[in-house]
């Protein structure tokens, strides 16, 4: 038996073929639904419209400190397509540049808040029913106990206004739901037969939580940061509705919701195109999500 | 002849919707049921029987599922063609199920008492739907499978009652109205042996008292050996084997009933069988021809070309194998 | 030469208080065993019997409550955590099913390679070589390296936990319960496979299941169990054709068979009868009692204890004593 041969030709071969009939796989199960598709369309066009912003949008220094106070309220029109704000500022080109920020924040957050969930999680669960279980469960309980927004308000406040900041305190609200989220998945997983087996024959404890145990935990965890990037999203708009995160001139979709609603209803553009973003955006990554859940569903052949 | 069956499926096809195409699950399935017999459907896992049983009474799964071709005649008329009304009245009066798994027939949040009542009324004419009526009814059931305590149990949940009290309530469930037709899916098969045997002699005792035509459906032999009249052997989405018990046993024809025969451990000893080589086809690809020519040990050219049909070898055997019938 | 020696073996699980105390599910109540190297000792049972705590106890899930166990003149009678690295090499075990058994996260090569890195210390192409060894044993062809537990068949995920039992080159494997889950005809193959690769390596096997058409082709010894104790023990052959306690009685009458000649060996008069009780509420006296046809005057009241009949051949039945196959001052009705 030459093992180099059989992985040189037939392993790579049929590793690739698995690859792709994977993909196919995932991808069928993921379009049976369409509102999926059409989350990931919506998502999509947001995600390339944010990076390409510079050089997609009509008015890319409307986006910075710009003013231009003759068109200054001007309707939805041919030049201005959303119309233009109290300062002249094209609110379709803001919008855009906004997504920049509104994408940039979930990033951030989830990035830091989803693995330190994780792992702490995962800790919690393999040590159940020890005393570092108690003390992460409860510091998580602690955290979960306070209502999301007045505390991502709370430590948004205490702390200067600013886009840094605000991500500090939304991360902060959302590392508690994935260790939780975690915790369950893990304890449960630490039961299955295929870990017994390995702590049985004496694999170390590494091996068990990042190799047996972590790859069991993950799927609701994906499904879980679709959803949640449309909650973050949310979240930082409520700041910056209230002047927390995003400071002007940058736009951010809160901010302009908020200053446009003082123009209501008569130059009603201003605040309805930007909260219709949000909308969108929040629609979609949704979507999305329900479809990222799909597509991990455990399949039984 | 025909106009005495109970239950005749016809040519019945049914495929599923995947990713890369159908799952063609039954291939053409032929069976009958006539009334008062008891028969038994024997087959692994994988060869449909499942498929089968929720194809009668029509509780595929949607959308995948699609029947795509045949007839399920059930007192003459198509199951398949019926609609939703009269769908209803063959569920709740006409044939009844015992689910293979008695803790998951079962809502865990209703009593006893309330998912009986439910089953009884619907199989109940409007008039005599009355409280009173409906409770005798279901004390007496559930005195026949051998339950004490009959009001008690009435008000316990099904999580407050052991595997075996369970599986006789779904037994009594199929006895609170006269129906034409029971069918039996792996009963006893979640319970211990002792258990099992218990039950199997209740139902055999049930059956014989109240005369009902009665599909059991396994993938034990000993099971099937003991309480049905004729069996089935089903492979791969078809019928491969039918005879009555007896000759089933004594003269076994088809190579897999011959195989699955030869791998089933003695009490007396003697050895266990290396089984039968292979495995069970995909259904996306099935082999062409016999489905079981891959695995045969008797396996001939005509096998992979052309389906075999079931051919007569003595009354009521009836073997679906190019050795026992029209060689080309 | 003697490979396991269980004495007296005893694991409690505390369920709850009431004001007399801890309340106790007895699963393991007082098991004596020995098993001999190269034999396959098979433990019968029902649901509730403790057979799997058993096997558990034994491979060291759980730390037992009381008694001895020594295996190749180590005592093992503590948890895995405290066990050193050369008693888990010999000591392997295969569970009942097979998909919760493997991780559906891995593929088979890192399934059966974990066994082979940790105990044989082997890494790289002598790792792969030795994974495809394995696999070929097993009679799986090379390619199932890269697949994943979820694309392959019932018995296949079987022959792969049993190849992942293999690779640290055991001498006792204890099975439990390996082929309830599977169609008969895959178990026909699975089985011939492990009395074959018995013979190869010269293994040891504690085979459980509740199956008793399997066992009688499977062992040389079998043990029967009932809520935590042993019921009676003998040789294969000498225990189908002899059976001397009513548990066993009524078990092997029961088993659904499919010839004359079987139907001829069961045991007639031994209907089952009564529900199977909890092991936390074991009745006083013989376990058995509240079941058992035979029941005399002093079954509710005294435990009785195990005696040796013939050679080899175990009861605990007050039916019984030393040497003789009947007991004459056991006061019943019925005749055996």
């Known amino acids: 038996m030459n093992i180099e041969s059989l992985k040189t030709n037939s392993i790579v071969v049929f590793q690739r073929v698995k690859f792709l009939e994977r993909i196919g796989k995932l991808w069928y199960k993921f379009s049976r639904n369409k509102l999926s598709v059409v989350g990931l369309i919506l998502v999509l066009l947001v995600v390339f419209s944010a990076i390409l912003a510079p050089w997609i949008v009509p008015y890319p220094q409307h986006a910075g400190a710009f003013v231009d106070f003759d068109n200054g309220f001007s309707p939805p029109?041919?030049?201005?397509?959303?119309?233009?704000?109290?300062?002249?500022?094209?609110?379709?080109?803001?919008?855009?540049?906004?997504?920049?920020?509104?994408?940039?924040?979930?990033?951030v957050v989830l990035g830091i808040a989803v693995p330190i969930g994780v792992f702490l999680g995962m800790f919690a669960g393999y040590f159940k029913n020890t005393r570092i279980d108690t003390l992460i469960m409860r510091m998580t309980?602690?955290?979960?106990?306070?209502?999301?927004?007045?505390?991502?308000?709370?430590?948004?406040?205490?702390?200067?206004?600013?886009?840094?900041?605000?991500?500090?305190?939304?991360?902060?609200?959302?590392?508690?739901?994935?260790?939780?989220?975690?915790?369950?998945?893990?304890?449960?997983?630490?039961?299955?037969?295929?870990?017994?087996?390995?702590?049985?024959?004496?694999?170390?404890?590494?091996?068990?939580?990042?190799?047996?145990?972590?790859?069991?935990?993950?799927?609701?965890?994906?499904?879980?940061?679709?959803?949640?990037?449309?909650?973050?999203?949310?979240?930082?708009?409520?700041?910056?509705?209230?002047?927390?995160?995003?400071?002007?001139?940058?736009?951010?979709?809160?901010?302009?919701?908020?200053?446009?609603?003082?123009?209501?209803?008569?130059?009603?553009?201003?605040?309805?195109?930007?909260?219709?973003?949000?909308?969108?955006?929040?629609?979609g990554f949704n979507l999305l999500g329900d479809g990222i859940r799909d597509m991990l569903e455990i399949r039984s052949d | 002849m025909n106009s005495d069956r109970l239950l005749d499926i016809r040519d019945l096809q049914v495929w599923y919707r995947v990713y890369g195409g159908y799952l063609k699950v039954l291939d053409g399935v032929f069976f009958h049921l006539g009334k008062g017999e008891r028969v038994a459907l024997v087959g692994e896992t994988g060869c449909g029987k499942t498929t089968l049983m929720k194809t009668i009474l029509r509780i595929l799964p949607q959308p995948e599922s699609h029947i795509h071709h045949g007839e399920i005649l059930f007192k003459g008329k198509d199951i398949l063609r019926m609609n939703y009304a009269e769908l209803q009245r063959v569920r709740s009066k006409g044939i009844a199920m015992i689910f293979q798994d008695p803790t998951a027939a079962l809502n865990p949040v209703f009593t006893i008492g309330t998912q009986l009542f439910e089953v009884t009324k619907h199989a109940l004419p409007r008039s005599e739907q009355s409280k009173d009526h409906v409770s005798k009814i279901v004390i007496s059931v559930l005195k026949e499978v051998a339950l004490p305590d009959q009001e008690r149990l009435l008000r316990n949940y099904p999580i407050q009652l052991s595997g075996g009290m369970r599986q006789r309530i779904c037994i009594s469930m199929a006895l609170t109205a006269p129906r034409d037709l029971l069918i039996a899916d792996e009963p006893g098969t979640s319970l211990d042996v002792t258990i099992q045997d218990q039950i199997l002699r209740l139902l055999k005792e049930l059956v014989r008292s109240h005369d009902t035509s009665t599909i059991v459906i396994t993938h034990s032999l000993g099971v099937a050996r003991d309480i049905a009249d004729r069996i089935y052997v089903m492979y791969a989405g078809r019928i491969v084997e039918t005879a009555n018990s007896l000759e089933l046993f004594s003269n076994p024809l088809h190579p897999y009933t011959v195989g699955l025969l030869r791998s089933v451990p003695k009490i007396t000893g003697g050895g266990i069988a290396s089984g039968i080589p292979g495995h069970i086809p995909d259904y996306l690809n099935p082999p062409t021809g016999c489905r079981f020519h891959p695995r045969c040990p008797s396996r001939m050219d005509v096998c992979s070309q052309k389906k075999p049909g079931m051919y007569h070898v003595s009354p009521n055997h009836f073997v679906s194998c190019f050795l026992y019938g029209e060689k080309p | 030469m003697i490979l396991l020696e269980i004495k007296n073996l005893k694991k409690y699980f505390e369920v709850g208080r009431n004001r007399k105390g801890p309340i106790y599910l007895r699963a393991v109540d007082g098991i004596s065993l020995s098993i001999e190297e190269g034999e396959t000792l098979g433990l019968v049972g029902e649901s509730g019997s403790g057979k799997s705590t058993l096997a558990y106890t034994v491979i060291g899930m759980y730390r037992p409550t009381g008694g001895e166990a020594i295996f190749k003149g180590q005592n093992i009678a503590v948890e895995y955590s405290r066990r050193p690295l050369t008693l888990k090499k010999e000591m392997q075990i295969v569970f009942q099913d097979p998909a919760s058994s493997l991780n559906p996260r891995r593929n088979i090569g890192q399934i059966i390679g974990l066994n082979l890195r940790l105990h044989r210390k082997l890494q790289g192409v002598e790792l792969q070589s030795a994974v495809v060894e394995l696999l070929q044993r097993v009679e799986l062809s090379p390619d199932y390296m890269y697949k994943s537990p979820m694309s392959i068949g019932g018995g296949e995920k079987q022959l792969v936990?049993?190849?992942?039992?293999?690779?640290?080159?055991?001498?006792?494997?204890?099975?439990?319960?390996?082929?309830?889950?599977?169609?008969?005809?895959i178990q026909a193959k699975i089985i011939t496979k492990l009395i074959n690769l018995q013979k190869e390596l010269h293994l040891t096997y504690l085979f459980i299941t509740h199956d008793l058409s399997v066992i009688r082709n499977v062992a040389n010894k079998i043990a029967i169990m009932y809520l935590g104790k042993i019921c009676e023990i003998a040789e294969a052959a000498e225990f189908f054709q002899n059976p001397l306690h009513p548990y066993t009685r009524m078990l092997i009458s029961s088993v659904p068979v499919i010839s004359e000649e079987e139907e001829r060996l069961k045991p007639k008069k031994y209907i089952s009868s009564g529900e199977i009780?909890?092991?936390?509420?074991?009745?006083?006296?013989?376990?058995?009692?509240?079941?058992?046809?035979?029941?005399?005057?002093?079954?509710?009241?005294?435990?009785?204890?195990?005696?040796?009949?013939s050679k080899g051949h175990f009861v605990r039945c007050h039916l019984f004593r030393q040497g003789n196959d009947l007991c004459k001052d056991h006061q019943t009705e019925s005749n055996i």
């Open chain 1, 141 to 283: 309980d602690i955290f979960l106990g306070l209502p999301p927004l007045i505390l991502a308000l709370a430590i948004a406040s205490v702390l200067e206004p600013n886009m840094t900041n605000s991500m500090i305190a939304v991360t902060m609200v959302y590392w508690p739901w994935y260790c939780r989220l975690t915790y369950g998945m893990a304890s449960s997983v630490h039961n299955e037969y295929f870990v017994i087996a390995s702590e049985l024959t004496g694999a170390s404890r590494f091996h068990i939580l990042f190799r047996e145990m972590l790859p069991n935990c993950l799927s609701p965890v994906f499904t879980k940061m679709a959803l949640d990037v449309g909650w973050v999203i949310l979240l930082s708009a409520s700041l910056s509705f209230v002047g927390l995160g995003e400071q002007p001139p940058t736009p951010a979709l809160g901010q302009m919701v908020s200053d446009g609603s003082k123009y209501l209803p008569e130059q009603w553009w201003v605040a309805i195109f930007p909260a219709l973003a949000i909308v969108l955006v929040i629609l």
């Open chain 3, 161 to 185: 936990a049993v190849a992942r039992a293999l690779a640290p080159q055991p001498s006792l494997i204890l099975l439990d319960e390996p082929t309830s889950a599977l169609d008969v005809s």
């Open chain 1, 77 to 107: 029109s041919g030049r201005y397509l959303f119309g233009t704000d109290a300062f002249g500022r094209d609110v379709l080109s803001r919008i855009i540049f906004a997504f920049r920020g509104a994408l940039l924040m979930p990033v």
């Open chain 3, 277 to 309: 009780p909890s092991p936390v509420n074991i009745p006083p006296g013989c376990s058995f009692h509240m079941r058992c046809p035979e029941r005399g005057t002093r079954c509710d009241t005294e435990d009785p204890v195990i005696v040796e009949v």
